[in-house]
């Protein structure tokens, strides 16, 4: 489903992505792990255009992507989430995921000559967010502000999101981060489900054990580069990830 060919990436003088070469196939869960600074998000904001690469080649559902802009590979059903939860902090729950467009929205000229089936979008749009918000246990909270959400709940909120447009792979940048142990169980569970719906994750964390019991393999980047790859199993007994992660942290 998503091939990433020889990827590379200079800041300057710093190499942050180094020749990188990596695929996940379509119902997979794939990790990707490395120390801080290893370039993972930097991976990630090339795979999703937000940072032309400097060489290399993505291939998404059997197209080059990487002259394509950041709303196309969206468009095709490219979804990412950010380390830092973005959305409205101001506004609630409902508002943060009603203000996202729904995938095929109208223009104006057709708000005069189509208005019942406008009128009849808008509730299949807000019944489409009632009932995301009911899978994640969000619904309860529906009008409280996101900014009164706990760390985890952001990060269902972040999920929820993505999902209003529809992917076919979703990159999750640390979803587990500053998660507590129950509402990372949650996490875990809410992904399975979704696999299990047919999603396709390629996953950042530095939570080891999170990785592990979600993904089916994983790669492990330093410095830029893939030192191993395999599955969780295999990782695991890696001596360079031993030294170069766990090493470091
Ligand atoms: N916009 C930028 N400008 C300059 N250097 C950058 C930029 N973004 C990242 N870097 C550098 O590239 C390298 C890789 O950073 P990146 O954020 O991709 O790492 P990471 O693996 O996501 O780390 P972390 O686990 O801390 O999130 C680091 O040395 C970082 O300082
Ligand atoms: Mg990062």
């Known amino acids: ?39 993972k998000t930097t991976l990630f904001n090339m ?21 394509s802009t950041p709303e196309a590979v969206v468009g095709k059903g490219l979804l990412r989430t950010f380390q830092t939860p973005v959305g409205f902090p101001k506004l609630s729950l409902l508002e943060n995921l009603m203000v996202v467009p729904p995938n095929d929205s109208e223009g104006l000229f057709s708000i005069f000559y189509k208005k019942k089936k406008i009128i009849r ?25 996101a900014e009164n959400l706990s760390a985890a709940e952001l990060k269902l909120l972040e999920l929820c999101r993505q999902l209003m447009a529809n992917p076919k792979i979703m990159l999750l940048d640390e979803p587990a981060s500053g998660v507590n142990p129950i509402m990372l169980d949650k996490m875990v569970q809410h992904i399975l489900r979704l696999r299990s719906e047919g999603m396709t994750f390629l996953v950042i964390d530095h939570n080891l054990g999170f990785i592990y019991r979600i993904c089916d393999r994983i790669y492990c980047l330093a410095n830029g580069e893939l030192i191993a790859s395999g599955t969780p199993q295999e990782i695991s007994n890696n001596d360079k990830v031993k030294s170069v992660y766990l090493g470091a942290s």
């Open 47 to 67: 795979i999703s255009l937000f940072l032309p690469s400097n060489s290399g080649e993505i291939n998404f559902l059997d197209e080059k992507i990487d002259t």
């Open 121 to 145: 979008e808008e509730q299949e749009h807000y019944d489409q967010v009632c009932g995301l918000l009911r899978q994640f246990n969000l619904y309860e909270k529906r009008n409280e502000l």
């Open 1 to 39: 489903m998503l091939q990433v060919k020889e990827l590379s990436k200079n800041f300057g003088g710093v190499q942050a992505v180094k020749n990188v070469t990596l695929e996940v196939n379509k119902g997979e869960i794939v990790g990707l792990i490395g120390p801080n600074g290893a370039g």
